[in-house]
T-cell receptor
Framework: SAVISQKPSRDICQRGTSLTIQCQVD?????MFWYRQQPGQSLTLIAT?????????ESGFVIDKFPISRPNLTFSTLTVSNMSPEDSSIYLC????????????FGQGTRLTVV | KQEVTQIPAALSVPEGENLVLNCSFT??????LQWFRQDPGKGLTSLLL?????REQTSGRLNASLDKSSGRSTLYIAASQPGDSATYLC????????????FGAGTRLTVKP
């Protein structure tokens, strides 16, 4: 299994500002994933982050809005830039572990409110 | 495109009752299916993982089954407790080289004392 420490757990931010979310994994992992969960909705994949390469973004998400860093095999950050109230969501990081990297594990989530 | 549906969206039961949560998916060619628990405003906790070659998995009071051919999975919770109150999500992964997981919208479970 993999244990992911995610912080902050929640924040209230002013529109137009940026917030950086951090995730630390207790073991080295190849890929990390960032998801968004809008109020009352299910999870949507934002991007996949591999160490040493640019993150791969899903349709509807762009690097200028959600820059991601992956400096080593245990750490990643997601920045939500130039925030608006529509960015209010839970943001989650995830990785895969177990035999063949089959099982998904998640951080505790960051509950972001933009006012 | 894979679509995952969970029914019901919400469920309220008295403590001690056995219950079943349902998950259906449109494309039966899946790699695995995973059930998660999510407490309000929190992250996801992995409950059970079923590989495509498996029919069921058990952990304590939880039992998950998988019927790929019909595109269905169920999560059975025995002797429910108030501490089981949470949202339960199922997610399918299409292939080993496919990074994306498709999530259902979840079933919000309330177990009343």
């Amino acid at each position: 299994s993999a244990v992911i420490s995610q912080k902050p757990s929640r924040d209230i931010c002013q529109r137009g500002t940026s917030l950086t979310i951090q995730c630390q994994v207790d073991s080295q992992v190849t890929m990390m994933f960032w998801y968004r969960q809008q109020p009352g909705q299910s999870l949507t994949l934002i991007a996949t982050a591999n160490q040493g390469s640019e993150a791969t973004y899903e349709s509807g998400f762009v690097i200028d809005k959600f820059p991601i860093s992956r400096p080593n095999l245990t750490f990643s950050t997601l920045t939500v830039s130039n925030m608006s109230p529509e960015d209010s969501s839970i943001y989650l990081c995830s990785t895969r572990s177990g035999t063949g990297g089959t099982e998904a594990f998640f951080g505790q989530g960051t509950r972001l409110t933009v006012v | 495109k894979q679509e995952v549906t969970q029914i019901p969206a919400a469920l309220s039961v008295p403590e001690g009752e056995n219950l079943v949560l349902n998950c259906s998916f449109t494309d039966s060619a899946i790699y695995n299916l995973q059930w998660f628990r999510q407490d309000p405003g929190k992250g996801l906790t992995s409950l059970l993982l079923i590989q495509s070659s498996q029919r069921e998995q058990t952990s304590g009071r939880l039992n998950a089954s998988l019927d790929k051919s019909s595109g269905r999975s169920t999560l059975y919770i025995a002797a429910s407790q108030p501490g089981d109150s949470a949202t339960y999500l199922c997610a399918v992964r299409q292939g080993y080289n496919n990074n994306d997981m498709r999530f259902g919208a979840g079933t919000r479970l309330t177990v009343k004392p």
